[in-house]
């Protein structure tokens, strides 16, 4: 499949294409389905999309946008979306077959990760939003359901639904707000920085089960993130370093937040990631 998309980028696919196999999963729009291309035998994952969906929420344009950055974007820790193809009722996507499924999953199971795994999702983490940042595209919707892992549990980002490619500060507001960092709670201006503010969010989930600024509403949550309300509890047990690097990212002035380049000079990552991104 890489290779046939690398060889013949325009190739026109259809279902005729493909042998489906059993439901992945089922996200807002649609549901994805394990499949095969027959010629080939390359597995992939086929996500269905109904165009009623996407007409009655005037999603196509997101939609267009995140499957032309998507297809654009080449890194080890970046879903491949392969291509795409449409009936009458649906549009298919083409995507690269995430063995291990949601990040998320894994997070519920043991309620919070080792330093070692966590230290390695974050400097992958890392890596592919650096690369992302270098093409330009600010993913903005980093959170655990849109990080999914392969067969060796290397780290996948998925889902740019809500990513824009940029070259100056954007305005608009979307996301979850948990991982929102304050100039887009506020609606403000914001660029890649945001992008930092979250590794600091999801570095805190991976260590200790749940995000730093959780609460029981909405506003509360809201006044938590610019306040930078962030404290952190004795159980589980988190090393001085961790803290220090989600103390670092999780600054209220984006200028200030430490760059990505210097998260992979940081004293924890250095110490505890698996440099293979597998773990
Ligand atoms: P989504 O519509 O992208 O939210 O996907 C719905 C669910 O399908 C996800 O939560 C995953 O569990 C599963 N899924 C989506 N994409 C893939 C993939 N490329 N490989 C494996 N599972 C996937």
Redesign the pocket.
């Known amino acids: 499949m890489p290779s046939q998309t690398e060889k013949n980028p325009q190739k026109q696919w259809s279902l005729q294409d493909f042998e489906i196999g059993k439901p ?5 729009f ?1 549901r ?1 389905y394990l499949a095969r291309e027959t010629k080939s035998k390359y597995i992939v ?1 086929l ?1 269905v999309i109904f165009k009623e969906q996407i007409e009655k929420y005037r999603l196509h344009h997101q939609l267009r946008r995140e499957m032309e950055i998507q297809t654009s974007l080449r890194h080890p820790n970046v ?1 491949r979306l392969f291509g795409w193809f449409h009936d009458s009722e649906r549009i298919y996507l083409i ?4 063995h291990g ?2 990040l998320y999953k894994e997070l519920r199971k043991t309620s919070h990760l080792t330093e070692k795994q966590a230290a390695t999702y974050i400097s992958s983490l890392t890596q592919a939003l650096a690369y992302c940042h270098e093409k330009h595209v600010i993913h903005r919707d980093i959170k655990p ?1 849109n990080l ?1 892992l392969d067969h060796e549990g290397r780290l996948k980002i ?2 740019f639904g809500w990513s824009v490619q940029s070259r100056s500060k954007r305005h608009t507001m979307c996301g979850t707000l948990d991982y929102l960092a304050p100039e887009m709670v506020e609606n403000k201006a914001h660029d890649y920085a945001v992008d930092n503010w979250t590794l600091g969010i999801l570095c805190y989930e991976f260590l200790y089960g749940a995000p730093p600024f959780e609460a029981e509403s909405q506003s509360d949550t809201f006044r938590r993130i610019m306040k930078v309300d962030l404290s952190f509890p004795s159980t589980p047990y988190v090393s001085a370093e961790a803290k220090d690097l989600i103390s670092r990212l999780l600054v209220k002035d984006s200028s200030k937040r430490l760059s990505l380049e210097k998260i992979m000079e940081h004293p924890w990552i250095i110490k505890n990631a698996d440099p293979t991104g597998t773990c």
């Open positions: 992945l999963g089922k996200g807002k649609g994805v994952a996500k879903l995507l690269e077959y995430a499924g949601e359901e999914l998925a889902d």
